[in-house]
């Protein structure tokens, strides 16, 4: 114990971290040892990173003039021939999906994973459930395993297996949900110092969306892939319920386009609206945030009157499995943000602050993008497909995503032939669900409605033998 401790002892004072160290004495030897052990997993090039920002101040934004990406809007028989070409990848076993289900929700505040939130507007199906019933509808439709990476926190892992292990999956075998746990960054003061969070723990918290490339590799899942033989990856976020998961139009283009990274996009709500948009800049496509447009940028207008900077990306993507790979080798930017961040007084008490006092560090995933030899961005009808439950109240909560959830079951049953009375403004009148699993085809509705095929009470259209 002691040789490992001067050798830790000897690494923080490489990189003027130290006062990690400064309880010491007054440890038991089991703190000592989880002590130890959470400082010989800490990355120490990530640290030397860390600090060199905090010294420069900024972080390393690329620079350079942008123009909008190119977006592709899928129609008629081009959109038929990528829907095959999906369609086909997904027959062949080759599609698998990721989802990230990490980080802290903190905007939500729900007790538990995301995931577990339950948002079905009648049956209450939680997220987990609603995404796993659709990898199971995938996997009926074309006689192949589709296989589901979830990557979780180190906070979350066990009570998202716990989870899905209750539910048996949610129909999926098991041998085909794999969770893996993204990796802990700490945050570091002004002065680049980590933040002793009690006398035997550093600060920890997760680090970000893009960890999702390391995470990959050193939990041996892009091995898996490998031997599962995957070519495609469907990378979405566990707080959209409303996403067209493995989307085969979405993989097809990307199979057709040889792209190594793929971009759903949609229209922005507004110039203001807090999305990041793509753009082009030196010949490849990034994603800029919203933070990063000028108030000029944001407001600019094409010849056609809409916004020049108009399409946003909602982190839905298509990853080949060679770029993943690849990816591994390619070092991320990292993000910086103040956040509230528990420390320990010279007393060795925890203090949870009320403002803000240390710097977090993240990765982003469409970091990404410029990376790509080649890359697609497809439009996509956010009504459809987006609506993600961000916040406890107001825009992007449970409430705007159940209306959004009620809004599509009502169209896609309208567009089945069933009448559905609705209020002035359009909306049902009254609750509606439909389970990914629910064959909506007229002649299994009419089955179900009965001739006259109307919908007047609360329904629940769940999963029927077709
Ligand atoms: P958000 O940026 O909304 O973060 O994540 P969050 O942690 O869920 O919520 P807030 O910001 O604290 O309120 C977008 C997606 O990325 C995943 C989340 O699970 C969500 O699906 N994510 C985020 C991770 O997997 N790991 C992270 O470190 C951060």
């Known amino acids: 114990m002691n040789r490992s401790y001067d050798e830790i002892k000897g690494r923080l004072a490489e990189h003027g971290q130290e006062h990690v160290l400064r309880f010491w004495a007054q440890l038991n030897e089991s703190q000592r040892q989880a002590l130890l052990d959470q400082l010989a997993d800490l990355d120490f090039e990530a640290l030397a990173r860390m600090r060199t920002l905090l010294k420069s101040g900024h972080e390393p934004v690329a620079s350079g003039a942008f123009r909008p990406a190119p977006v592709v809007r899928l129609e008629g028989a081009e959109r038929q021939q990528a829907h095959e070409a999906g369609e086909a990848l997904l027959r062949a076993g080759e599609a698998g999906c990721i989802l990230v289900a990490g980080g802290q929700g903190t905007r939500l505040g729900f007790d538990g994973p995301k995931g577990c939130f339950p948002i079905g507007p009648i049956s209450g199906a939680t997220l987990f459930q609603i995404h796993a019933r659709k990898i199971l509808a995938l996997e009926k439709q074309y006689g192949a395993p589709v296989p589901f990476y979830i990557m979780t926190s180190l906070e979350n892992d066990g009570a998202t297996r716990a989870f899905f292990e209750r539910h048996n999956c949610f129909g999926l075998d098991p041998q085909r949900v794999l969770f893996f746990s993204q990796g802990l960054w700490p945050a570091m003061t002004d002065d680049g110092r980590m933040v002793l969070e009690r006398p035997d723990?550093?600060?920890?918290?997760?680090?970000?969306?893009?960890?999702?490339?390391?995470?990959?590799?050193?939990?041996?899942?892009?091995?898996?892939?490998?031997?599962?033989?995957?070519?495609?990856?469907?990378?979405?976020?566990?707080?959209?319920?409303?996403?067209?998961?493995?989307?085969?139009?979405?993989?097809?283009?990307?199979?057709?386009?040889?792209?190594?990274?793929?971009?759903?996009?949609?229209?922005?709500?507004?110039?203001?609206?807090?999305?990041?948009?793509?753009?082009?800049?030196?010949?490849?496509?990034?994603?800029?945030?919203?933070?990063?447009?000028?108030?000029?940028?944001?407001?600019?207008?094409?010849?056609?009157?809409?916004?020049?900077?108009?399409?946003?990306?909602?982190?839905?993507?298509?990853?080949?499995?060679?770029?993943?790979?690849?990816?591994?080798?390619?070092?991320?930017?990292?993000?910086?943000?103040?956040?509230?961040?528990?420390?320990?007084?010279?007393?060795?008490?925890?203090?949870?602050?009320?403002?803000?006092?240390?710097?977090?560090?993240?990765?982003?995933?469409?970091?990404?993008?410029?990376?790509?030899?080649?890359?697609?961005?497809?439009?996509?009808?956010?009504?459809?497909?987006?609506?993600?439950?961000?916040?406890?109240?107001?825009?992007?909560?449970?409430?705007?995503?159940?209306?959004?959830?009620?809004?599509?079951?009502?169209?896609?049953?309208?567009?089945?032939?069933?009448?559905?009375?609705?209020?002035?403004?359009?909306?049902?009148?009254?609750?509606?669900?439909?389970?990914?699993?629910?064959?909506?085809?007229?002649?299994?509705?009419?089955?179900?409605?009965?001739?006259?095929?109307?919908?007047?009470?609360?329904?629940?259209?769940?999963?029927?033998?077709?």
């Open 201 to 466: 723990r550093v600060f920890m918290s997760p680090d970000g969306h893009g960890g999702l490339i390391r995470a990959l590799d050193e939990r041996g899942m892009l091995d898996d892939m490998a031997r599962r033989g995957l070519s495609v990856l469907f990378y979405f976020q566990v707080d959209n319920p409303l996403v067209d998961i493995a989307d085969p139009a979405f993989l097809g283009l990307h199979r057709q386009r040889q792209a190594e990274m793929s971009v759903k996009v949609c229209a922005k709500s507004g110039p203001e609206e807090k999305v990041g948009v793509v753009v082009t800049r030196d010949g490849r496509d990034a994603v800029v945030e919203y933070s990063e447009l000028t108030r000029e940028q944001m407001y600019a207008t094409g010849p056609d009157g809409e916004l020049l900077f108009r399409y946003g990306s909602v982190a839905i993507h298509a990853f080949s499995r060679d770029f993943l790979a690849r990816a591994t080798r390619i070092p991320m930017p990292m993000h910086m943000a103040r956040k509230k961040t528990p420390y320990c007084d010279e007393s060795g008490d925890t203090v949870k602050p009320d403002a803000p006092n240390a710097i977090k560090f993240e990765k982003f995933i469409f970091d990404l993008l410029p990376e790509a030899e080649r890359t697609v961005n497809l439009e996509f009808a956010r009504e459809d497909e987006f609506s993600p439950v961000k916040n406890a109240t107001g825009d992007d909560s449970p409430v705007t995503t159940r209306r959004d959830m009620m809004r599509k079951a009502a169209r896609r049953l309208a567009a089945c032939g069933a009448s559905i009375p609705r209020s002035k403004d359009g909306d049902p009148l009254c609750k509606l669900e439909m389970d990914p699993l629910f064959d909506c085809r007229p002649e299994s509705l009419r089955a179900l409605l009965g001739p006259e095929m109307t919908i007047e009470k609360d329904t629940l259209l769940q999963d029927k033998p077709s």
